[in-house]
């Protein structure tokens, strides 16, 4: 006899199988009541080492799972035929089970006073992912499996959830006006009414959109979005290396991803630009937005008349080094809650000055709103280079250069 079994008969033996009374039980159900003693053998195979060490008598029909644990077979191919529409790589079995099965074991626990039970939801779910990763020759994964099963067993279903397939990488905006998400109508909700032109969206295209579109091409999918390390303005270019994103494809059909041809679609559209394309997991979007950068930014100012070097570079360097407090922007205020928050400018340059036009290359953490950092926004932003010079500063572009994020 195996020592996992000697294990299960040695704590069998503090069990009172006497109260076990008429309850019969199949070989898979007694053994589950010491499912967690020892390891290397089935539970059919503790029971039938219990019954015959024991004396513990088999019944007909078993009290406990009333031979659910017989059809695990059939479970196993009414899953495989749900999963066989999908591309994956690993998948999970879960189950749901009659709840007077789990009260009627989670009593009888209680009642022998077994602390190594195993739950009969464990046991579907392992050996229906046993005859599931024999069939398709993918192994069960735990911790990001790309599909779950959901085995019914009251109802003889099975619902499957597929997981989202992630896509990082580096984009480039290289034209004006789009914006970085797809951006519904707030009138109609997506709907299509005369505000937005029956399109459902305030614009033609997004970033978002121009991205996920080949990718969707090749995986199919139910929808996508695009998580971004900040995001710049509808009307600012993202240029330099780009910023970083994460582009996730809902509910994707297939998985695998030629993601040269990605590129070189999305860069064949002239708007936006995409490098460093690689496969990434749900994990990195949350570090991906947590991720406090500084940014670099071109900005381009319009004074009401010509403005004095020496005034302006003094103005300039009144904003560096110290906290600038900005309450919400009006521009921005239906969407964002209305607070003052601090952020810090950490350097400015004056690139280049020609009558009442400036040039300004702004160093800011992550947050700055910099367009209210030059204008000041009516005195929503202070300190700001409006306020310094004493005169209107007018943003007429906006791009920004750099990212100094650490990838």
Known sequence: MSSALEEVLLAGSTIPWGRLGARALCDACLGRLLGKAGHGASNPERGRALRARFGIPAGRACWLCGGLLDEIE?????????????????????????????????????????????AIKSELNREIGKRLEKRFQKPAEFTRPDVVAIVDTAFDSVSVTVNPLFVYGRYRKLVRGIPQTRWPCRRCQGKGCEHC???????????????????????????????????????????????????????????????????????????????????????????????????????????????????????????????????TPVRVSHRRADRTRERLVTAIEVSRSEGSTVE????????????????????????????????????????????????
């Open 74 to 118: 059939k479970f196993a191919d009414l899953a495989a035929g749900k999963l066989e529409p999908w591309e994956f790589a690993t998948f999970l079995v879960g189950s749901k089970v009659d709840p007077e099965v789990v009260a009627r074991e989670e009593s009888l626990w209680a009642e022998l006073g077994t602390g190594h039970a195993e």
């Open 197 to 327: 032109g029956g399109r459902g969206k305030m614009y033609e295209t997004s970033v978002e959109e121009i991205v996920a579109a080949p990718v969707m091409a090749q995986v199919g999918g139910s929808g996508h979005a695009l998580h971004g390390m900040g995001r710049e303005d509808v009307d600012a270019l993202m240029l330099g290396p780009g910023r970083p994103f994460i582009v996730e494809i809902k509910e994707p059909a297939r998985r695998t991803v030629d993601l040269t041809s990605v590129e070189a679609a999305v860069n064949r559209t002239r708007q936006v630009e995409v490098a460093g394309l690689r496969p990434t997991t749900g994990e990195e979007v949350v570090a991906l937005k947590e991720d406090r950068a500084r940014k670099v930014y071109r900005v381009l100012v319009r004074f009401p008349a010509p403005v004095e070097d020496g005034k302006l570079k003094a103005a300039v360097s009144t904003l560096v080094g110290r906290p600038i407090a900005q309450r």
């Open 360 to 407: 300004l290359r702004v160093t800011a953490e992550a947050g700055t709103y910099v367009k209210e950092l030059v204008h000041g926004d009516g005195g929503r932003t202070t300190p700001s280079l409006a306020e310094a010079l004493g005169v209107a500063c007018e943003v007429v572009e906006l791009d920004v250069l750099e990212i100094q994020d650490s990838g």
